[in-house]
């Protein structure tokens, strides 16, 4: 691990922190330590504090640091080792990676097919704040949601709910509540 300040058993560095101005002591370090350096909190996190530390470390050696800790509860919550998305690593990491960026581009991510969507989304909510009559009590739960619900609807689904027109979604809303 780079450098940093002395850990003490057990507790690593959590008690030489300045909780109260975090980023100042952050700042402090780096001017000590230097761009790179390690505090155990108790277990060692490597923090970068530049523009330079942060691409060297997630673009030019991406592949090196594309890695996540592996801590006691994994096993505890997970099916199998090294198994599914949020306690995968290596190797199956990356293939769940490339798998899920796949779906999500057949979908409209990272296309403008998907910034229309949400773009007409954004028109139909805002047409529908102009028609309310009452402008001063506006109840926004609804008109939010219904934005939402729009967007994804219609990459899934194919269709969308006019604000008018909303009562399936208060219903599937309302069901789905009392389920839970």
């Known amino acids: 691990y780079p450098k940093g300040p002395r850990p003490f058993p057990i507790v690593g560095n959590l008690l030489q922190y300045d909780y109260k101005n975090l980023h100042v002591h952050i700042h402090e370090l780096s001017e000590k330590f230097g761009p ?3 505090l155990f909190l108790p277990v060692p ?4 504090t530049s523009y330079q530390g942060f691409k060297e470390a997630y673009v030019t050696k991406g ?3 594309a890695g996540r800790p592996v801590l006691a509860t994994d096993e505890e919550f997970s099916f199998g080792e090294n198994a ?3 306690n995968s690593n290596g190797q199956s990491w990356q293939d769940n990676r490339r798998l899920t960026i796949s779906i999500l581009r057949d ?3 990272g296309k403008s097919l998907m910034e229309e969507k949400v773009k007409l989304s954004i028109s139909e909510f805002l047409t529908y704040l102009e028609s309310v009559d009452d402008k001063d009590n506006v109840d926004l739960r609804w008109p939010i949601q219904m934005l939402m619900a729009n967007v994804i609807n219609e990459t899934l ?3 969308r709910y006019a604000y ?3 009562q399936p ?12």
Do not use: K, P, W, Y
Request: glycine share 8%.
């Open 36 to 38: 790179i350096f390690t």
């Open 45 to 48: 996190v490597v923090v970068i």
């Open 63 to 65: 592949e090196f640091l």
């Open 84 to 86: 599914g998305i949020i």
């Open 107 to 109: 979908f409209g991510m």
């Open 157 to 159: 689904f194919g269709f």
């Open 164 to 166: 008018d027109d909303c």
């Open 169 to 180: 979604l208060v219903n599937f809303h309302d069901a789905l509540l009392s389920v839970s």
